[in-house]
C-alpha cells in the first residue's frame, strides 16, 4: 500500500503593514485557489495588522515576539540581542510545528 501524503504546509512570514500583509495574503488565496488542499499559515506579531486581517481571512496566525529596533542608543539596544533570540527561536518552532515544507 502506498502511503498517503499529507497536504504541502506553507509558512508565510510577513506583518506589521499593510503593504506586507496585502500581499501575504494575495499569495495565500492564489495558492488555496490553486491548491486546495493546502495547509497556509501565517506569521507575524500580535501588534501588527496581521492580527486581526489573516485570521478574518481563513488563514492561521503564528506569532513571533515583535523586536522594535531602537532609534538611539540605550539600555534598549543592550536587550536586542536577546529579543531577536526569541524571535528566531520562536520562527523556529513555527517551522517545525506546522510541518512546514516551504516557507516565504
Known sequence: MIPLSSPTSVLL???GSAGHVSPLLALAD??????????????????GLEARLVPARGYELMVVPKVPLPRRPSADLLRLPARLKAAVDAAGR???ETGADVVV
Open 13 to 15: 512570514a510577513g506583518g
Open 94 to 96: 513555527a517551522i517545525d
Open 30 to 47: 492564489a495558492l488555496r485557489r490553486r491548491h486546495p488542499d493546502i495547509r497556509v499559515t501565517a506569521l507575524g506579531t500580535q501588534e
